[in-house]
């Protein structure tokens, strides 16, 4: 009843202060398909001339949002559309006039980058928030994702998608593709097994599809998309599927068996079990037993030297991506790599009409620990549990806009102890709103109290409140944010407490839009922080270019001077920044950057040095089904400029994947450091029916160098990994 209560006041409150927000969207979309039940299902081959496509409908007026905006494709594409009571079909026809200039690599799921492709955009409870994403390159590998649209909180490390799709999310559905004499056909059938929609018995759903044309920098859609709106998915046509469609109830097993053994040990399988239960097609309920949350693959290595704040990395494990976008708010209350081990998890997610909820419990066997100022001393080699709980619930508000509630609790104690020794608990509301079709508002306000070791903390607080403006040219954000000095998000990731921070941002796009600059961006960002003594410690201030042009190519440029106070010492850096991108050819792309200025040293005594680096990736393709990526990272650190060497990283990492078919590759993983003389060697079989469906067997192997002497072997891991998605 409170709940509803305060739901019920920002409600009035935000339409009596934000009255545009109450007209965003309320326009007829003029852009409407009924698609057409099909009396069979087309078979899936890359083939459309199936009879059962005559059933379908038909869409051909695809417009460019780059590189001119508005203008029409140079490339014919025909789109059908259908369905039945178990799934959607749709079948691209990309007609090209230079076939064998049609870019497509045959790789793993999810790995296509820079390849001519297809995709569509389901937007299943039409609030324009959130969309399903499929997507296959001209040789049928497919592609999946989430689209969360204005994302309340910015990506914070590699892995982060450019174009805001999580692409770590795996649904089911079938792709197959063929290359013509005239370019190249797509089909999909995409189960509604695989969606969650509203438990209605007529569907209005958002669409949007899109192709891409990587040579001509060319990026079609349906309907036409516009840099004059502040969103992707406010400018979605509409599709009504009135009939009665297969839902809910669907039932998902994925038991796995995962080993593994080291020279001195011998061969430890272990079994698990995840269970997907759709209670509706709205309502989905997720069980894992000794779940198994291994990665086939390591982290992409990142610099850990000389690092002021901790590294973030992007989450992977299934069973915490379904739903993920319910949880995420402006402040990242849940990080769920901080749930390391789990002997069990649960979670329930949905959405109610306009209201989406999401609760999710996990047991850790190796938590991180919880640490307050007046608490610092906890074991390391201690072993803890903690029980990981969480609550979230959104309601809609108009078009685009929400508010939200989000509680978390983390309980933690010594094995054989009790499980309630410690806890860290946090609460706080959050909202967003859509002012116009330029404008958006967004606030977070939360609280925490912790206890370790007997010793509490009072309620401590911190808030957020932020404002956007994006327009065809012009685009700029305010952010006022403050994290109390004891404030605590056990399970979030928050780089950095006792701060005050306001952050600006305004940046001018020019749109020559020709074939070989597209746009040229000037920006400017000023950041000012004080701690809770309002002592200034961080003055930030940014000048930037960006370039977008031929062939996918982007030029940025970064000048930075800053002012930090470091265990008390003023600091000043000066940092000069460029990097390129480039994909000129189908077999060929790469990226290079260089940093140079005066950079602190952070020790208990900083001091302002000098640094030079260089950092760079290659993307090879010999053959289409072959692909070679090097990575290297060089990182030099002086006293001053010109004097002596302080520290040298140099980081290389390459990876070799070598695709037999859709299903069947081949692996091979080399990292060095030369700070830490370590070396990572890894090779793997694998077979990947579906995302859930797969066989991997590998192995790891660690050196490391004594100083001096040869690489000394440090460790050998073989393991394997099998499991089955049965879908009841």
């Known amino acids: 009843m409170k709940l509803n209560r305060v739901l019920s006041l920002t409600l009035v409150a935000a339409a009596v202060l934000f009255p545009g927000a109450l007209r965003a969207g309320s326009s007829e979309n003029p852009f409407e398909i009924q698609p057409g039940f099909m009396s069979r299902p087309p078979q899936i081959d890359g083939e459309i001339s199936d009879p059962e496509w005559q059933e379908a409908a038909v869409i051909t007026d695809f417009v460019q949002y780059e590189p001119q905006e508005g203008a029409s494709a140079t490339e014919k594409t025909i789109v059908y559309i259908g369905y039945d009571r178990k799934n959607l079909y749709i079948a691209f026809e990309c007609h090209d006039r230079q076939p064998a200039a049609i870019r497509c690599t045959l790789c793993q799921r999810d790995r296509v980058q820079g390849d001519d492709s297809v995709g569509v955009y389901l937007d299943t409870f039409n609030d324009r928030k959130r969309a399903f994403v499929f997507q296959s390159n001209a040789r049928g590998v497919q592609v999946d994702g989430v689209y969360t649209e204005a994302s309340p909180r910015r990506g914070r490390g590699r892995g982060e998608s450019f174009d805001q799709i999580d692409r770590n999310w795996n649904g089911y559905f079938q792709s197959a593709a063929r290359k013509t004499e005239f370019g190249y056909v797509v089909e999909f059938a995409i189960p509604f097994k695989s969606l969650r929609f509203p438990n209605k018995d007529v569907q209005t759903w958002g669409i949007i599809l899109r192709r891409q044309i990587p040579r001509k920098n060319e990026d079609l859609y349906w309907p036409p998309r516009s840099r004059n709106v502040n969103g992707l998915l406010i400018q979605a046509g509409r599709i009504t599927l009135n009939q009665s469609l297969t839902r809910g109830r669907n039932l998902e097993l994925l038991p796995a068996v995962v080993g593994s053994k080291s020279l001195e040990q011998k061969f430890r399988p272990e079994a698990g079990a995840n269970i997907k239960y759709g209670i509706t097609s709205d309502v989905t309920v997720d069980l894992a037993v000794n779940p198994d949350f291994s990665q086939i693959e390591a982290d992409i290595p990142q610099n850990e030297v000389n690092q002021r704040y901790p590294l973030y990395y992007p989450e992977k494990r299934p069973f915490f991506l379904e739903g993920k976008d319910i949880f995420d708010t402006p402040f990242e209350i849940l990080y769920s790599r901080k749930v390391v081990s789990p002997v069990w998890a649960a979670k329930v997610t949905g959405k109610l009409g306009s209201t989406s909820f999401g ?49 978390t609790d983390k309980e933690m104690g010594l094995a054989g ?312």
């Open 359 to 407: 609760i999710m419990s996990a047991m850790d066997n190796r938590p991180l620990a919880i640490r307050i100022p007046e608490a610092p001393g906890l074991d390391e080699d201690a072993s803890y549990r903690a029980l990981n709980n969480v609550f979230r619930l959104r309601q809609d508000l108009f078009s685009e806009s929400y508010v939200g509630l989000i509680v």
């Open 417 to 728: 102890t009790s499980i309630f020794s410690d806890y860290s608990r946090l609460a706080g509301v959050d909202g967003q709103f859509k002012l116009s079709r330029t404008d958006r508002l967004g606030f977070q306000l939360v609280g925490s109290t912790s206890q370790v070791d007997g010793i509490k903390t009072g309620l401590a607080p911190a808030f957020n409140f932020s404002f956007n403006h994006q327009d065809r040219h012009l685009n700029f954000s305010v952010d006022l944010f403050s994290v109390h000095p004891e404030f605590e998000a056990a399970l979030g990731f928050l780089r950095r407490k006792d701060i005050n921070s306001l952050n600006a941002r305004a940046g001018y796009s020019f749109l020559p839009q020709n074939e070989y600059v597209i746009s040229v961006t000037p920006s400017f960002s000023y950041r000012r922080v004080y701690d809770f003594s309002w002592q200034l410690t961080d003055l930030d201030i940014d000048y930037s270019l960006m370039i977008s042009g031929w062939r996918q190519s982007f030029v940025f440029i970064n000048y930075s001077h800053k002012f930090e106070k470091y265990n008390g010492v003023d600091l000043k850096p000066r940092q000069l920044r460029a990097s390129f991108f480039s994909a000129p050819f189908s077999w060929l792309s790469g990226r290079i950057g260089f940093n140079t200025g005066t950079s602190i040293y952070y020790s208990e005594d900083p001091y302002l040095g000098f640094s030079q680096s260089v950092a760079g990736e290659l993307n090879v393709r010999p053959v289409q089904n072959l692909v070679a990526t090097i990575r290297l990272e060089d990182l030099k650190f002086y006293e001053y400029r010109g004097g002596p060497e302080v520290y040298q990283v140099t980081i290389l990492s390459q990876r070799l994947n070598f695709q037999v078919n859709r299903s069947l590759f081949f692996r091979a993983i080399v990292d060095y450091n030369s700070y830490y003389q370590k070396i990572y060697l890894s090779g793997l079989i694998g077979y990947e029916l579906n995302p859930g469906t797969c066989f991997y067997l590998g192995m790891e192997e660690h050196r490391e160098r004594p100083n001096p002497g040869p690489y000394e072997l440090t460790g050998r891991y073989y393991f394997m990994k099998f499991s089955y998605w049965w879908r009841i």
